[in-house]
Every structure is written in structure tokens, then in C-alpha cells.
Nanobody, 119 residues
Framework: QVQLVESGGGLVQAGGSLRLSCTAS????????LGWFRQAPGKEREFVGS????????YYADSVKGRFTISRDRAKNTVYLQMNSLKPEDTAVYYC????????????WGQGTQVTVSS
């Protein structure tokens, strides 16, 4: 199993930037990818982006493409979500998740960190 802890959330003004961090521990040697998801009040959980652990290939939802960037530091077992040009609709609880090489989906989740973008 993998344990994930997010940090870096907070309150920012529209147009501002914020960087979230997710640090993994436990059975990280079998990690295939780390992903970011978000959930706003009254809405379903939404995929934001992901990065493959070995190659660093990234994938983004259309809603954040060009504004958000995912990166990872393998030595620190940490993945980052750099968020620029933030909009009020980006307000949500952001979660990181891990997918193992032997699983078909994301199966380990962090506790989430709140991001609030004011207008």
C-alpha cells in the first residue's frame, strides 16, 4: 500500500498561482503513476492530470491544460501540481492518487487539500 499526503492548499486571488505537493510513502517502488483530482461542492470528482513515475509523461484535463503543470522528484517521492492563472472555478478540494503497476486504476488516495480562488 501507498500513503499519500498533500500540502500547499490555501486562498489565492484569481489570476494567482499556487503549488501543491504530494509526498508518497510505503510501497512506492511499484508506483506506475501519480494523479491529481479535484472535487468542488456538489460536483463529481474530476481528473486534473497525472504523471508516469518512471518516464515523467504527463496528461492533463482540457480545463487546466496550459495553466497547470505536473512534475515529480523521484528522490523525494514527491509530485507537484503548479497552478497558474487560477480561476474561481478551480476552487475545490484537491487530491493526489497513486496507481500501482499491478492495478488498473488509482487505488491509493491522500486526504485532500483545499484550494480556494477568490474573485
Amino acid at each position: 500500500q501507498v500513503q499519500l499526503v498533500e500540502s500547499g492548499g490555501g486562498l489565492v486571488q484569481a489570476g494567482g498561482s499556487l503549488r501543491l505537493s504530494c509526498t508518497a510513502s510505503g510501497r512506492t517502488f511499484s508506483t506506475y503513476a501519480l494523479g491529481w483530482f479535484r472535487q468542488a461542492p456538489g460536483k463529481e470528482r474530476e481528473f486534473v492530470g497525472s504523471i508516469t513515475w518512471s518516464t515523467g509523461n504527463t496528461y492533463y484535463a482540457d480545463s487546466v491544460k496550459g495553466r497547470f503543470t505536473i512534475s515529480r522528484d523521484r528522490a523525494k517521492n514527491t509530485v507537484y501540481l503548479q497552478m497558474n492563472s487560477l480561476k474561481p472555478e478551480d476552487t475545490a478540494v484537491y487530491y493526489c492518487a497513486s496507481r500501482g503497476r499491478s492495478t488498473s486504476g488509482f487505488d491509493s488516495w491522500g486526504q485532500g487539500t483545499q484550494v480556494t480562488v477568490s474573485s
